[in-house]
């Protein structure tokens, strides 16, 4: 539809009073260090978690791992069950893809929700299951886990106006 | 007021001496400002928040960044003319600290001279910049320098016409060229008596100091960087400095002929204060421009100029002459309540003039 006043400079007023809304808007930027988001329940991020108790030594992990990245070494215990010797990943290799976790006959393996997971040595990235081990303040990811959602708080939500800035 | 008398006023040298290194100073710290204003007010335009890291609201990234291109090695390219190209960005830089001499910060006082044509001698050094840009562009031996210079002698010829014009029209109304004379006729603030040549003299010296919609001559995303793409380090900073300085001088003129320069409510020792709010308020919708507008294309750019600006500034100088003329006073001037004649008039002609300005030629509408 055409107005009598199209191509009379009045669009030009009309993107000046819109670029002065955006003036008043809240931002909508994240001051990264500072401020951090909270992700999703389901984030597949950093850090495998791995549950010595839960783990029975049957490799499924490893086999269904698509960089061939988990190494497994089991021994025969003393009552006839596997003992896991060497559980290894390479995270800088690891596509965080979670068919491990979602292969899990036991659920003894999960995700972790760090994403902060740059290093000075290639060596450090190499996980060995000290590393892995769960312990009770290491952060799961409720990926493929989905008993472990309601413990987790809420993603923040850019829509809902949540800026989540949360100060560290 | 008493007048101030301090020794070094009636020292001619002395006087030059004090008064251009406070110049000099001036300059330099409000270009620091500004850039540090600008990057700050792009923020929440853009819904982010600018730069914050550097001290806190990032008052220092200016300085960080001054600090940063001074430590850059300075190239100059095998092909370029070593001389010309030395000596462009100090011809780029000079022009403004020159227009500065005359805009008056306080009441009756130019910095350096209370010059009686002191609009003229603006319009005058102003149009000098250009010819330190083209110097840049010519000497550096690039393809895309050299567009850049051509782009900005065609640019600079085309809309110092509506600019010059619109301060006619200032002129013809104050009846002086002082700028002293010109904010002490100023009993109402001239963007209201004429709205029309406030909007021309804005949008002819945002394309007189090459920014906002109008920064083909350094269009990053055609000609990548024009006039200072081989330009590195201590040379680069002074083109940087001379463009923030234009915008500088450009809002001190705009506020002392449009907004009544240093004249406000309160003591008359304010009126520098008052002065530098009206020039972040001028630079402020300098930025506000700059943030909404795309960058015009090169054809577009000249017609606006030639076929919109220029019969506009026109029509305006002949109404105000007019208006002098039939209404104005034994002394010059028009009476305060051509308000309601000339706010309807500028929209009007606005309006009229966009009818009959087409873009022509280059445009192919493509239809099936």
């Known amino acids: 539809m055409t107005s009598r006043l199209d191509g009379s400079g009045l669009g030009l007023l009309k993107g000046m009073a819109m670029t002065f809304k955006h003036l008043l808007r809240p931002r909508i930027t994240t001051q990264y260090p500072e401020e951090r988001l909270t992700l999703s329940k389901r984030f597949r991020g950093y850090t495998m978690v791995w549950d010595r108790e839960r783990c029975t030594g049957c490799a499924t992990c490893a086999k269904s791992c698509p960089q061939g990245n988990i190494e497994i070494v089991t021994s025969k215990g003393a009552d006839n069950a596997y003992v896991v010797e060497k559980f290894e990943l390479d995270s800088g290799r690891c596509i965080f893809c979670g068919l491990c976790v979602e292969s899990c006959p036991y659920d003894a393996l999960f995700l972790g929700m760090e994403y902060e997971c740059s290093s000075y040595r290639r060596g450090e990235l190499v996980l060995s299951k000290e590393k892995l081990l769960y312990t009770p303040d290491k952060q799961r990811s409720a990926y493929a886990r989905p008993k472990l959602e309601p413990a987790l708080p809420r993603q923040t939500l850019l829509i809902e106006g949540d800026r989540g800035s949360k100060k560290r | ?368």
Do not use: C
């Not at chain 2, 301090?6 to 290194?21: C, E, K, P, S, T």
């Not at chain 2, 000596?87 to 805009?103: C, D, E, K, R, S």
């Not at chain 2, 008056?104 to 603006?122: A, E, K, Q, T």
């Not at chain 2, 005058?124 to 010819?131: D, K, N, P, Q, R």
């Open chain 2, 1 to 368: 007021m008493a007048p101030i008398n301090f020794w070094v006023l009636d020292n001619f040298w002395a006087h030059l001496a004090l008064f251009g290194i406070a110049i000099i100073a001036f300059v330099l710290l409000m270009v620091m400002v500004f850039i540090w204003f600008e990057r700050r007010a792009f923020g929440p335009f853009q819904l982010r928040r600018g730069p914050n890291r550097a001290s806190p609201w990032g008052a220092l990234q200016p300085v960080a960044d001054a600090i940063k291109v001074l430590l850059k090695e300075d190239i100059v390219p095998a092909v370029a003319d070593k001389w010309v190209h030395f000596i462009a960005p100090i011809i780029g830089f000079l022009p403004v600290l020159l227009i500065f001499a005359v805009v008056p910060f306080h009441r009756g006082h130019g910095l350096l001279p209370d010059m009686n044509i002191g609009i003229l001698y603006v319009v005058a050094i102003s149009a000098l910049g250009v010819v330190g840009v083209f110097m840049a562009g010519w000497a550096s031996g690039n393809k895309y320098s050299l567009l850049g210079g051509m782009r900005v002698i065609a640019q600079m010829v085309s809309y110092e016409v509506p600019l010059v014009l619109s301060i006619i029209s200032v002129v013809l109304v104050a009846g002086t060229l002082s700028m002293n004379g010109i904010v002490a006729a100023q009993e109402v603030p001239y963007f209201l008596l004429m709205p029309l040549g406030f909007i021309i003299f804005l949008i002819a010296a945002m394309a007189e100091i090459n920014r906002g919609p109008f920064d083909l001559l350094e269009a990053d995303s055609e000609i990548v960087a024009g006039f200072h793409i081989e330009y590195s380090g201590m040379k680069f900073a002074m083109f940087y400095l001379a463009e923030y300085g234009h915008a500088l001088a450009m809002s001190a003129i705009a506020a002392t002929l449009f907004f009544g320069g240093w004249k406000g409510p309160g003591d008359v020792y304010l009126g520098i204060l008052w002065f530098l709010l009206k020039i972040f308020f001028i630079f402020f919708l300098l930025i506000w421009a700059r943030v909404t507008f795309p960058r015009l294309r090169v054809d577009h750019l000249m017609g606006f100029g030639w076929k919109f600006l220029f019969p506009l500034a026109l029509a305006n100088v002949f109404i105000m002459a007019a208006e002098v003329i039939f209404w104005g006073g034994a002394d010059g001037g028009v009476p305060w309540w051509v308000i309601f004649v000339n706010f309807p008039a500028a929209i009007a002609l606005i309006y009229l003039w966009s009818r009959l300005f087409k873009f022509g030629g280059g445009r192919v509408d493509v239809t099936a």
